[in-house]
């Protein structure tokens, strides 16, 4: 049993490393494209610190809306938990609550209020 453990703690830490390391490519592919569109060489060492400072961010982001889903009692996140971590940005947030009323109004009524609306007719 614990080689199966270790077996799937190695698994799981290939696919982190795999993540992270397709997370900075497409960090430094951003950089180095927003460097010519601007008309800036970013040079070797920003790149790599501008990418690693990004996965940082993008970790921490993780968990605190890891944390913000358990605090509310649920075991997913939201687009509430996204709009709250960006509290601190209020660009951000106000773009982010923009974001999530256009997937609202796009979003078709769900199962759960169809359900209740069919249940409603059938006892007419």
Known sequence: MASDMERDEEEEESASEILRDRFRLSTISIVEAEGKKNGVQISEPIVACVSDLAFKYAQQLAKDLELFAQHA????????????????????????????????????????????????????
């Open 73 to 124: 009692g649920r075991k997913s996140v939201n687009m509430e938990d996204v709009i709250l971590s960006a509290h601190r940005n209020d660009h951000l947030a106000a773009s982010l609550r923009s974001v999530s009323n256009d997937l609202k109004a796009k979003e078709p009524q769900s199962e759960r209020k169809r359900k209740k609306n069919t249940r409603k007719e059938d006892k007419s």
